[in-house]
């Protein structure tokens, strides 16, 4: 059967799959990066990773701003009956989470090089200068959004992995297609 591009009632479609499987692992990666870029010693390194960082940041953004767009235009597949009512009432909660997490993280990490008096310019990819958003210069701004980035990177990440640790659950111990669900897409006939 040929599979389908729009979600299904009982599985995710193509578009939907793709995005789940490469915002996870840009996430992921940009925590790892985030902790290995300011561990360096090189510090032509460091501003290298830094760079690299910010791209992966703005990518990051936008293309959870796409998912989001994408799961508002399409149908979620039903939970199967093995999901008690506890989970049914904490998985719609817990996306929120992810989502609210996936944006305010890389909206954090943009506020904290505005306000940097650095003023480094970003250029994603060095492909395009990207503008800073209109806040004030500052060194007590720049703490802020350091420690705001830092703080919601930590809590994103125990998220992340709060989120595999449910996944890997309904997959192992449950038995159930919640995880299957979202590696296989539907199929044109479902």
Do not use: C
């Amino acid at each position: 059967m040929q599979s389908s591009i729009t979600n299904t009632a009982t599985r995710y479609g193509w578009p939907t799959i793709i995005l789940h499987w490469l915002i996870g692992a840009i996430f992921i990666g940009q925590f790892v990066l985030g902790f290995v870029m300011v561990r360096i010693s090189s510090q032509r390194t460091s501003f290298e990773l830094i760079q690299l960082h910010k791209s992966f940041g703005f990518l990051l953004l936008g293309l959870i701003i796409l998912r989001i767009a994408w799961r508002l235009g399409n149908v979620v597949p039903t939970l199967p009956p093995s999901v008690g009512a506890l989970e049914r009432r904490a998985a719609p909660l817990a996306h929120f989470s992810l989502y609210v997490f996936q944006i305010a993280l890389p909206l954090s990490g943009w506020a904290l090089v505005s306000v940097s008096t650095l003023e480094i310019p970003t250029m994603p990819f060095n492909l395009f200068l990207m503008p800073d958003l209109p806040l004030a210069e500052s060194d007590a701004a720049e703490s802020f959004w350091s420690a705001t980035h830092w703080y919601l990177a930590y809590a994103g990440i125990a998220l992340v992995a709060l989120h595999i640790a449910a996944a890997l659950r309904h997959h192992l111990l449950l038995r159930d297609t919640v995880l299957r669900r979202i590696i296989t897409p539907s199929s044109g006939g479902e």
